[in-house]
C-alpha cells in the first residue's frame, strides 16, 4: 500500500483507516484477509521518487519489487506463490501502484488505483523527465502508463480504478487511463463516486475495493457487487 506525496506509510492508518477496514473485513470472513504491507518508497515527507530507480533518488523501484516481498514473506509467512501479491496507492502512490503492475505483472497482477496520475510527474520546480531519467525520453515512456498500455497488452493483469466526482485534476487521467487498460485485454473495474483528492475519499477507496482484492489473491470469493463495476478480461 502506498501513500501520496506529501505523505507516508502512516497515512493509511492515519487518516485512511486502514487497520479498521482490514479488521472489519477479516471479523466478516472468518479472520480471513490480506496482510496489509505500508511500503515506503519516497524516504521523506516530501520525498516522491515516483517508485523508479534513479541516480539521484534511489532504487526505489528494485526496493518494492525485491527487499519488501521477500521481509514480508520471512517476517510473516506470507505466501510465494504466483498471484499473491496486489498493489495499492493513493495520488502518486496510485500511478506506482498501476505503472508497477503494467511494468512487472508477474510480481503484481492485481492493482488498485485510486485517483492515481497517468504519468510519472513531479512537483514545480521538479522535472521527471530530467530529475528521475536524466533526460532519457526512452526511460520515461517505459514508465508512462499511458504509453505501455497503448503499446503493449496485458490480458493476465487485473485493476481497480477508483476517483472522486469533484476531483477535478486526477478524474479526467483516471477514466482515460482505465479505458485503455480495458482495451490492453485488462480484467478492468472502475468506480466513481461523490467525493474529492483527499482521505476521506481514499478511505472508502480501500473500503470499496478490499473485497475484490482478497478474491483476486483467492483468500475469500469474489464479491457480487464486484459486477456492477468491473468488466472481465477481453470485454
Known sequence: MLAGVPG?????????????????FAAGHGGRAPILVMADPMGSFTGDTECVDSTRFGRAEDYLLTDVPAFVRQRFGASAAPGSLAVAGLSAGGYCALMLSLRHGDVFPTFADYSGTSQPTLDAPGDALRDLFDGDRQ????????????TNRYPGLAGWFEVGEQDEQFRADVHRVAEEALRSGMATCVRTRPGGHDFAFWADAFRDSL???????????????????????GA
Do not use: K, N
Request: net charge negative; hydrophobic share 40%.
Open 8 to 24: 507516508g506509510p502512516s497515512d493509511w492508518t492515519r487518516a485512511g483507516s486502514a487497520d479498521r477496514t482490514a479488521d472489519a
Open 139 to 150: 526511460a520515461f515512456d517505459a514508465h508512462d502508463p499511458t504509453v505501455l498500455l497503448r
Open 211 to 233: 473485497p475484490w482484492l482478497s478474491a483476486r489473491l483467492g483468500l475469500t470469493p469474489v464479491p457480487p457487487e464486484a459486477a456492477d463495476v468491473c468488466a472481465p478480461a
